[in-house]
T-cell receptor, first 111, second 115 residues
Framework: GESVGLHLPTLSVQEGDNSIINCAYSNSASDYFIWYKQESGKGPQFIIDIRSNMDKRQGQRVTVLLNKTVKHLSLQIAATQPGDSAVYFCAEDSGNTPLVFGKGTRLSVIA | DTAVSQTPKYLVTQMGNDKSIKCEQN?????MYWYKQDSKKFLKIMFSYNNKELIINETVPNRFSPKSPDKAHLNLHINSLELGDSAVYFC??????????????FGSGTRLTVV
């Protein structure tokens, strides 16, 4: 069946540049979306979330954009730092069912 | 204090053995989960428990048997381990899944290697 997100690609960015990680979700009934960061040897860690009644939400150095028309999410990281190197997952929630995760994007920051 | 803790962190065992992974959360959450992460980093839900009751069982072989003695604990027992069971298993918890949508808190994972 369809799954959230893309095949696991790698995004390489220079330290200090902005990063944009994209995700396509499949369930139009999903109403809550979360970005997670997973560092090597650790579990996924919550970064930022957004509900379907919003199209943008900002956190500290991170912004999530939601385009429900094309079922697309993006995570923008400003001034990317070496500590941002990790695998990033989007996840969707359609109600009383567990989160469905995308396949992840590996972000590699070049110092 | 670790919010969601799993033990052991690493587990190496032979095919055919039976093993258990333990998970505890001290967040007061009502819902707990087991996810399996394969070698390509794909995270797939296995089970979900709400207040000790099984609510989600994705097509997981019946060699996998979760047990929740109370809402703060969700253990995973695996019988007759197979090579394909090798993966990283993550426990997670959230507020009551039946009352709305919330983010999850994950444990640090258990890397299971079956040889």
């Amino acid at each position: 069946g369809e799954s959230v997100g893309l095949h696991l690609p790698t995004l390489s960015v220079q330290e200090g540049d902005n990063s944009i990680i994209n995700c396509a979700y499949s369930n139009s009934a999903s109403d809550y979306f979360i970005w997670y960061k997973q560092e090597s040897g650790k579990g996924p860690q919550f970064i930022i979330d957004i509900r379907s009644n919003m199209d943008k939400r900002q956190g500290q150095r991170v912004t999530v954009l939601l385009n429900k028309t094309v079922k697309h999410l993006s995570l923008q990281i400003a001034a990317t730092q070496p500590g941002d190197s990790a695998v990033y997952f989007c996840a969707e929630d359609s109600g009383n069912t567990p989160l469905v995760f995308g396949k992840g994007t590996r972000l590699s920051v070049i110092a | 204090d670790t919010a969601v803790s799993q033990t052991p962190k690493y587990l190496v065992t032979q095919m055919g053995n039976d093993k258990s992974i333990k998970c505890e959360q001290n967040l007061g959450h009502d819902t707990m989960y087991w996810y399996k992460q394969d070698s390509k980093k794909f995270l797939k839900i296995m089970f979900s428990y709400n207040n000790k009751e099984l609510i989600i069982n994705e097509t997981v072989p019946n060699r996998f048997s979760p047990k929740s003695p109370d809402k703060a604990h969700l253990n995973l027992h695996i019988n007759s381990l197979e090579l394909g069971d090798s993966a990283v298993y993550f426990c997670a918890s959230s507020q009551d899944i039946l009352q709305g949508t919330y983010g999850y808190t994950f444990g640090s994972g258990t890397r299971l290697t079956v040889v």
